[in-house]
């Protein structure tokens, strides 16, 4: 008898609100489940890790530092403001009446060569850390490069890592 009063307490509009918000929420599971599954928005077939990535994250963290700040200090490559003024003008093209496909391959061509630039970099300091490697740390660092592979980039290598 008591449960009869208490469900007749909670209004109607409660019970098609949290039905509704129930709903709702299965379905983005649904679909973080379903991307998760597939291998991501692009079916796994993204830029995802990258190449590169494996590589890097397997180095003792001083490495991995090493790296990066190849990167971050080359004069050379482009900072954060010719990076902007590249989706700038990307943005006013996309945003102009006619779109000009050939300023907007030449704006994508001028990013491309950014990150060619950007890799190019890191794959030396890169290489610099790994050929002053002895064999049997470059060998441990191959397996560790292994288990990021195997993990897919989640987190950090196993008890065997370099930190």
Do not use: C
Request: hydrophobic share 45%; proline share 6%.
């Amino acid at each position: 008898m008591a449960d009869t009063d208490i469900t007749r307490r909670v209004p109607l509009w409660v019970k098609v609100l949290l039905t509704l918000s129930l709903a709702i929420n299965l379905a983005v599971a649904g679909l973080v489940v379903g991307l998760a599954v597939r291998g991501g928005p692009l079916g796994g077939k993204g830029p995802g890790m990258g190449y590169a990535m494996p590589y890097v994250l397997a180095l003792p963290k001083e490495d991995r530092r090493a790296v990066f700040g190849a990167v971050r200090n080359d004069p050379d490559l482009p900072g954060r403001s010719a990076r902007r003024a590249t989706y700038r003008d990307m943005l006013d093209l996309l945003s102009a009446d006619t779109l000009d496909t050939a300023a907007v391959r030449a704006v994508l061509a001028r990013q491309a060569a950014s990150v060619g630039q950007v890799q190019s970099v890191a794959q030396s300091a890169w290489l610099e850390k790994v050929a002053a490697m002895s064999v049997q740390d470059r060998r441990a660092y191959a397996q560790r490069v292994q288990e990021v592979i195997s993990r897919g980039g989640r987190g950090r290598p196993g008890p065997g890592k370099r930190d």
